[in-house]
Each structure stands twice: as structure tokens, then as C-alpha cells.
């Protein structure tokens, strides 16, 4: 990936000071696994509001399965050629709103990338690839673990929700009750029962399905989006002028 080139001027004077002169190349990767997860784990417009509920929970819960995340590594480049690690002070100032890119066109067409670029950003994205692969490693085995805990209470729930409406329609059933219009009362409430418990289990059936989906694709998702930058630090924000 070419880097793009940028001039900035620091608020910090004492760190521009020891920046002028050289370059800092910065790559920085963000996962974004919320925009899968958005995508399939919908509340759908039939969902009854139990199950509207609980898809929102899920959404939370996988959330912090797999959370967003965004890393930054950064190298300074002296015009001799040598390289060091920047350091965290330096990737803080470069990220923060006392870091100003110039307006100057004329300063802005003179940063270019140096000769060795390429071989440098080339083997800090292998880098992060690599770290990103242990990283959604771990998570997967996590999850895998996690799943099964919550499929074992959502199941849970729906079993003892089924079994207190079979309850309720078992004692519909034996009222004691001879008038037609009752008992067309009582067969009209024994349906609506029975319709409760079938959306219930058809929508943690549904749920669980939709969970166990998004996790497969989550875990083998490891693509991330990056963008590298050649940063070079200004002397005077009066050149931007």
C-alpha cells in the first residue's frame, strides 16, 4: 500500500523539535467485525417483542466477544536512513488535536516517499496480519466456549417459558364450563397459548441459529482496513500561512 504523504506542524514544540528533519511512518489498522454483526443480527419486523428483546441482547453480548478495535504502529526515519520505534508519546501527538496538517500546497508536493518505504511498511503490515491472526485465534476459542454457555440458558428459558404455558392451557382445558360461548372463550385462549409458545420456540430456535452463524463468520473474518501515512513534521505553522 503506497503511504500517503502529509506535512504537520506539533503544538508540542519540544517533540517537533526533535521530529524536524525526519519522517514518521505511520500504519494504522482498524477490525470492524460490529459491521458483520449489524448486518446479521437484525431485529426483523415480525419478531414479537420478547424476541425482539433478545436479539438486541445478543447483539450486546457478541459485541464484547468480539469488540472493534483499531492499532497504530509508527517508525521514525532519520534522513541518514536509520530507523527507530517511535514511541508512544510521538504516536499520541500524531493522533491528537494538537497535530495540524499544513495548508501549504507548495511544502505538501515536497514530502515524498524515501527510497526504502515500501520494504518498511511491507514488514509492518506483516506485522499486524500476524497479530491479528493470534489475536482472532484466541477469540474464536473464547466464543466457541461462550456459545455453548448461552445456547445451554437461552434453551433453558424457552423450556421453563414452554412448560408454564402448557400449564396455563392444562388448566383451561379443565374448567368445569357448559355455556358455548365460554367454551368458544376458553378455545380462542387455549389457541392464543398455543400460538405464544410456538412463536417463543420458533424465535430462540431462530435466535440461536443467527448467533451460531454470525460467530462462524466473525471468527474466520479477519480482514482489517488499513491506510499508511508519511508524516513530516514542520518547523513553524507560519509556513502554512
Known sequence: MSPIPVGVHLSDDNLA???????????????????LKDKQLRVRDDDVPAVRVGRLSDRRWISTLFPDAVRTRCLVVSDDGSVEVCTDEIARALLREGCKPTTNRQIQMTISPFRQVQKLVTALEREMIHEDRQCLGKLREEATAAFSDRKQILTSETETYVRWKQLSIEQLRLRNITDQQQIQMTEGQIAAEQRRMETRISGMTDRLRSLE???????????????????????????SI
Do not use: C, F, M, Q
Open 213 to 239: 452463524d454470525a460467530l462462524l463468520s466473525l471468527a474466520n473474518h479477519s480482514k482489517t482496513e488499513s491506510y499508511v501515512i508519511l508524516v513530516r513534521v514542520l518547523p513553524s505553522p507560519k509556513l
Open 17 to 35: 523539535a526533535d521530529l524536524i528533519g525526519k519522517t514518521i511512518l505511520l500504519v494504522r489498522s482498524a477490525w470492524r467485525p460490529s459491521l
